[in-house]
């Protein structure tokens, strides 16, 4: 009797088809014809390819050269793909000794219209941070993935999975778009097949595959085709320093060095400061770059020249396949920093007008303002950073708002703080946030005090920079029961889950508190959206006197002055110090209120409050 394999193979020799294998992998997953860089390379993964030869016959499309690794089951073809080439699907030969071991068709798509004009998130935009996994379930057929490590919901574990995804998003575009926010950034959406905890996205295990807990690639590109149908920017959350140890490659990488300390695992001694300080050893700076983020996140090495090329490309891929706006990078003092210049520099030369911003956590803007773009550092690093998040600023306005011992000296902190623009190439791009998904919420952070929230708010919605707001920030979310808690920082957005009992997207159940916040950031943001002034306007400051501090954004055209009152009764502020920006005007609009008064020597202002009033 024939066995079924023996019956099968008898059967295609019968009919006579060549069936040629395929080969497991190879990456990127397609590519374009016309961008700038007409070089590809492909990572092909298969049952010893690397033995193989490639060969392509495809006009407008040639091998230029071709590597193989250490493992025998790769093989790295670097392309030339001409503008002349016709957008298809070709196939590519391996042959070993003369006969074809593999055939592999690959996709040239072509490019979309303005794709290399994407345009980047700006001071004009408002980014609304999300936690994909925590914002809304809007399908609970895709909240279990059997094939997956993690296999189930809980939402009431902080650490656990709760069921949110891309059609929850999708969902609440209008929500978002109504508030007034332009720009959406969710925290990274990829594959991670992790035992647990995998809910934050940050511990990648494929980089060419949505998370199937979030949807699909084609629900992602309808996320971004939609968000851009409302005006909103998509915003990319990109980890290139490290992957999550489940990655598929990890049972074989191409190269012993494709990671660092491949045999036995160092973690980063989180040094940031080694990046800068000239008097930093090797043995802590090799630790800081080189060491894991976490054991279940190892690090890439990106002096490997492969690596280097399949990340570049990856990002790229993101960017031209979604039409993104910017891509938020995680961890940035973490990576080679040879690597980030040609990481941020190739980008930007594909995309001249795309935004990338850097996560450096560090609370002295020395150390941020060296990673811009413009930056005239004396040695080590170049790149094309357009933005850094304003870490420093971040503190200084929750240490300015909490000080209870003298008004003053808190809002001293924030007017000394914003002195220090002097060391940044560009302090209008950086991301200016009261808190984000790694840090308590603004709210515990405030004291749960309402009144210093509006202050805060108000502060971010009017400094120079790109305000970043997180998810839950108009209803109060926050975390003084566990401070510091990732978990509970990530917590669901009221409305989310059918079974909720209060709704933040529609306001039913909401205290007087978050309606009060809610209304008023909606107010505020959409004020901002026009106002030219706040997104590209000049600063002037006047330093804190009596627990008042007051600035000034200002233009040709326009002048809005801003008061932030920490004392706890009315406050008559006398108007004369200010006369080099009040200039002879005497009415003013209070853009919150929408009320237009006459003022003269003194303005009142409420007490704990924040005036933003357009002077005319
Ligand atoms: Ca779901």
């Not at 978990?487 to 007087?512: C, H, Q, V």
Request: net charge positive.
């Amino acid at each position: 009797m024939l066995s079924k394999k023996t019956f099968l193979s008898a059967l295609f020799s019968f009919i006579w088809i060549p069936i040629f294998a395929q080969v497991e992998r190879i990456e990127p997953k397609n590519w374009w014809v016309g961008m700038k860089d007409q070089s590809l390379q492909l990572m092909v993964y298969g049952d010893k390819v690397g033995e193989t030869t490639p060969s392509v016959n495809y006009a407008g499309v040639t091998i230029k050269k071709v590597h193989r690794a250490e493992s025998k089951n790769y093989l790295f073809i670097d392309l030339i793909i001409s503008s002349s080439a016709k957008p298809a699907t070709f196939p590519i030969t391996f042959k070993k000794e003369g006969k074809t071991i593999f055939t592999q068709s690959y996709s040239l798509l072509p490019r979309k219209k303005n794709t290399a004009q994407l345009k980047g998130f700006t001071p004009a935009d408002v980014i609304y941070l999300i936690t994909p996994d925590r914002f809304a379930n809007g399908d609970t057929a895709n909240d279990v993935i059997s094939s997956l490590r993690e296999k189930k919901i809980d939402r009431k574990n902080d650490y656990g999975r709760h069921g949110g995804d891309i059609r929850g998003i999708i969902n609440n575009l209008d929500y978002i778009a109504a508030m007034g926010y332009t720009a959406i950034w969710p925290t990274p959406m990829l594959e991670n097949d992790m035992p647990n905890s995998s809910y934050h996205g940050y511990a990648i295990t494929d980089y060419y595959k949505v998370d199937p807990r979030y949807g699909t690639l084609a629900e992602y590109k309808e996320l971004a085709d939609k968000a851009r149908q409302k005006g909103l920017k998509l915003i990319f959350d990109g980890v290139v320093n490290h992957s999550g140890s489940f990655y598929w490659w990890m049972k074989d990488l191409p190269f012993r060095n494709w990671i660092n300390y491949p045999d036995s695992i160092q973690i980063t001694n989180h040094r940031r400061t080694v990046n800068q300080d000239p008097y930093a050893s090797t043995a802590d700076k090799e630790l800081m770059v080189k060491g894991w983020f976490v054991r279940q996140m190892p690090d890439l090495n990106q002096q490997n020249p492969f690596l280097s090329a399949f990340l570049i490309q990856n990002s790229i891929w993101w960017i031209e396949t979604l039409e993104l706006n910017g891509i938020r990078q995680d961890t940035y003092p973490y990576s080679e920093k040879k690597f980030l210049e040609q990481w941020t520099c190739k980008i930007m030369n594909e995309y001249p007008a795309f935004s990338i911003v850097g996560e450096e956590w560090s609370t002295n803007p020395s150390i941020a303002a060296y990673w811009q773009q413009g930056k005239l550092n004396n040695s080590g690093y170049n790149g094309c950073l357009k933005s850094t998040m304003d870490f420093p600023m971040q503190a200084t306005l929750v240490q300015a708002l909490t000080e209870t011992e003298a008004w003053d000296k808190g809002l001293v902190k924030l007017y000394e703080g914003l002195a220090n623009d002097f060391v940044y190439a560009n302090p209008e791009n950086l991301l200016v946030f009261g808190d984000n998904h790694d840090m308590d919420r603004l709210f515990t952070f405030l004291k749960k005090d309402v009144d210093l929230m509006q202050m805060a708010l108000s502060y971010l919605l009017t400094i120079r920079g790109i305000p970043q707001i997180y998810y839950g920030t108009e209803v109060l979310l926050e975390n003084s029961a566990k401070p510091g808690d990732h978990g509970l920082i990530r917590s669901d957005f009221p409305g989310g889950w059918k079974e909720d009992g209060t709704n933040g997207f529609t306001g039913a159940g909401l205290t007087r508190e978050q309606l009060r916040i809610q209304s008023f950031l909606r107010k505020l943001l959409n004020w901002r959206k026009n106002k030219t002034v706040i997104h590209q306007g000049n600063t002037k400051h006047f330093g804190p006197a009596k627990g008042v501090y007051v600035y000034f954004r200002y233009n040709k055209s326009e002048t809005v002055m801003v008061v932030m009152n920490k004392n706890t009764g009315v406050t008559m502020l006398d108007t004369n110090r200010f006369t080099e920006m009040i200039n002879g005007k005497s009415q003013a609009t209070d853009v919150v209120s929408g009320n237009t008064f006459s003022f003269g020597n003194e303005i009142s202002v409420p007490a704990k409050s924040v005036l933003i009033l357009e002077l005319k």
